[in-house]
């Protein structure tokens, strides 16, 4: 019984350490926050998918819908998945507030901080992230 705890002990945090997101997973937690948002769409597509990076890591994507609006998304499993989300509009960091161009440059040394560090994934977080892998919103 003592190995077997012991066993688990090791296993566990290597199961929770934080990692990169995959491209169809971020499509995937978008998709979710537009039909959250958006009840009566059928068919979601994107416009576009910015990926926010530092010198060696992607940090996070902005998917943008057709119709306005976007959603910020995380590229790290150790990150809340959805950072920010915006119902219309477009995603310009040329012409946003100064308060959000401070709060998006948080999240991406909070980002690179968690990668560096290989902080592990909470089980919060990891709930969080399981809610936008499951089949119905």
Known sequence: MKKLM????????ICLV?????????LKV?????????????????????VVKNETDTLYYVVSYPKGG??????DSSAPPVLGKCKKGAYNPE???????VLLERYKFSIAEIKAKKITQSEKI???WD??????V
Request: aromatic share 8%; glycine share 4%.
């Open 6 to 13: 012991l066993l688990l002990l090791l296993i566990v945090p």
């Open 18 to 26: 934080g990692k990169n997101v995959k491209k169809e997973t971020i």
């Open 30 to 50: 978008a998709e979710k926050v537009y039909i959250k948002d958006f009840p009566a769409s059928q068919n979601v597509t994107f416009e576009d998918v910015i």
């Open 70 to 75: 976007f959603v910020i998304v995380s590229a």
């Open 95 to 101: 012409i946003m507030p100064p308060g959000l161009l």
């Open 126 to 128: 990891k709930k969080q």
């Open 131 to 136: 809610e936008y892998q499951m089949k119905t």
